[in-house]
């Protein structure tokens, strides 16, 4: 570290960083858990917690943790540079680190609660050693990852005092900028692709600003519409994966309900966390800023 970046501001990077960090490791041990154990068949079918309320629990959360993680890992890559992370930065990053382990944490609860109520005991068969054997390193990996987010939001504490402000840069400003980043990077090497990916970031962020589709003059409407769209798109997966019943009429049925229970989930997800993970900054509360 060189003298110019012994500052709080680098030591609150490099905590925020290395506990980013050992998240991406346990989330990415929680993939392949939930992978493993709920979509092979033959794996599943020896699974304790394949079946509610077990099962609810890790569907929920293997929703839930590749969304948070992808908005946190941009956020991350954006400020990977030579500058330390801005507050703003830090305590998003720190909070979408809290909000994917914590549901990293229910699913590993949960898993052991199906061990020892011996949930499916019948079936434990001969992928039940492997299970068990991801369910802990899972579980080891958060518990180690969980210890480092503690002590960085501890140190940073001071660095993040001041709140949050309504015109702080969101998860769309993130992505835009990490895009204009990668394709300036990229024009060295290829440069027909960096300065596509330049001028698409540009042009996308001009589009943000004066299309009457902006998400940001109405987040509840982009809400409701991407909640829509997600439940259609996720039961209509599930209905090819599954099947469907033979009568139409139950096939609509179980259509519906699917589709509501994830697009009530993205409501409730948005409502919950949107603003706490700065995930899209309302445009009517920037016009109530006072001024400086």
Do not use: K
């Not at 898993?111 to 068990?132: I, K, N, Q, S, Y």
């Amino acid at each position: 570290m060189t003298p110019a970046q012994n500052g709080p501001e680098w030591e609150a990077t490099r905590l925020t960083r290395l506990a980013a960090n050992a998240a991406a490791l346990a989330i990415v041990f929680f993939l392949v858990l939930f992978v493993f154990s709920a979509e092979i068949p033959n794996v599943r079918a020896h699974s304790p917690w394949a079946e509610d309320p077990y099962d609810a629990v890790v569907s929920f959360a293997a929703l839930l943790v590749p969304l948070v993680a992808a908005v946190t890992f941009v956020r991350c890559q954006r400020w990977r540079g030579t500058q330390p992370m801005p507050p703003r930065a830090v305590r998003y990053v720190l909070r979408g680190v809290a909000v994917a382990l914590a549901a990293v944490a229910a699913t590993v609860a949960a898993d052991t609660a199906a061990l020892a109520e011996r949930a499916r005991a019948e079936t434990w068969g001969p992928w039940f050693g492997a299970l068990v054997g991801l369910l802990v390193l899972t579980g080891v990996l958060a518990v180690l990852a969980t210890g480092l987010l503690v002590h960085a939001w501890r140190y940073s504490t001071q660095y993040l005092a001041g709140g949050t402000s309504p015109g702080e840069d969101d998860a769309l400003d993130d992505a835009l900028a990490l895009l204009a980043d990668v394709g300036t990077v990229l024009r060295g090497r290829l440069p027909h692709l960096g300065s596509v990916l330049v001028s698409g970031a540009h042009r996308s962020a001009q589009a943000l600003e004066t299309s009457p589709l902006n998400p940001r003059r109405h987040p509840w409407m982009f809400c409701f519409a991407v909640a829509l769209l997600s439940g259609m798109v996720f039961s209509s997966w599930h209905s090819i994966v599954e099947g469907v019943p033979p009568e139409p009429l139950l096939a609509l049925q179980a259509w519906l309900l699917y589709a509501g229970i994830l697009a009530s989930g993205v409501v409730i997800g948005y409502v919950s966390l949107g603003r706490y993970l700065g995930l899209i900054r309302h445009e009517q509360d920037e016009a109530h800023i006072p001024p400086r």
